[in-house]
Antibody
Framework: EVQVVESGGGLVQPGGSLRLSCAGSGFTFSDYHMDWFRQAPGKGLEWIGRTKRTSHNIIEYAASVKGRFTISRDDSKSSVYLQMNSLKTEDTAVYFC????????????WGQGTLVTVSS | DIVMTQSPLSLSVTPGEPASISCRSSQTLLHSNGNNYVDWYLQKPGQSPQLLFYMSSIRAPGVPDRFSGSGSGTEFTLRISRVEAEDVGVYYCMQGLEIPRTFGPGTKVNIK
């Protein structure tokens, strides 16, 4: 069974840092692009960025997080990471990672999400 | 960035009745390969989004056939032929043609 599980959320002060992890299982992790999304409380979905499958070696970001957030992956651990620096109150959201099934894109498996709260 | 809009933003439907959601993009999502790169997702209350359709009309595994996706270019539609109670939630369209991926604002569907 394909599964994606995020972890690492919590409460952080403005200007602080946090690192989220996303572990995949049930599929050959290195074959898939992995994307990060977020959803602010009561709001819609926002794409944050992606790491393409290792053979492509490409990482891309939304303008809202570029320069502050860094995405990386470790295929040996079937994991993708989101390092968030210089956090702002507007970064408060549930953060999801999702597997891109590669047919579109098509995000066919999502984690349950992890809540990041940026507040003093 | 490609801007996605949806209408209506909320929909109240009687069980067994049809429902339709429109999605429009600020530029064509038709690739030169002939595919339209738009996905539909449903986020049920308290859950993560789930994929319904990709490339406009290709149904994801496990999605009931009462759901259909259609459209090309800049106009796309999600239809539910007979709404059931389990269909409540927020429906999002998303363009997959360009980076950054962008979503519509969502259409909240509830049952009368």
């Amino acid at each position: 069974e394909v599964q994606v599980v995020e972890s690492g959320g919590g409460l952080v002060q403005p200007g602080g840092s946090l690192r989220l992890s996303c572990a995949g299982s049930g599929f050959t992790f290195s074959d898939y692009h992995m994307d990060w999304f977020r959803q602010a409380p009561g709001k819609g979905l926002e794409w944050i960025g992606r790491t393409k499958r290792t053979s492509h070696n490409i990482i891309e970001y939304a303008a809202s997080v570029k320069g502050r957030f860094t995405i990386s992956r470790d295929d040996s651990k079937s994991s993708v990471y989101l390092q968030m620096n210089s956090l702002k109150t507007e970064d408060t959201a549930v953060y999801f990672c999702a597997r891109d099934g590669g047919r579109g894109p098509d995000f066919d498996d999502w984690g349950q999400g992890t809540l990041v709260t940026v507040s003093s | 960035d490609i801007v996605m809009t949806q209408s209506p933003l909320s929909l109240s439907v009687t069980p067994g009745e049809p429902a339709s959601i429109s999605c429009r993009s600020s530029q064509t999502l038709l690739h030169s390969n002939g595919n339209n790169y738009v996905d539909w997702y449903l986020q049920k209350p308290g859950q993560s989004p789930q994929l319904l359709f990709y490339m406009s009309s290709i149904r994801a595994p496990g999605v009931p056939d009462r759901f259909s996706g259609s459209g090309s270019g800049t106009e796309f539609t999600l239809r539910i032929s007979r709404v059931e109670a389990e269909d409540v939630g927020v429906y999002y369209c998303m363009q997959g043609l360009e980076i950054p991926r962008t979503f519509g604002p969502g259409t909240k569907v509830n049952i009368k």
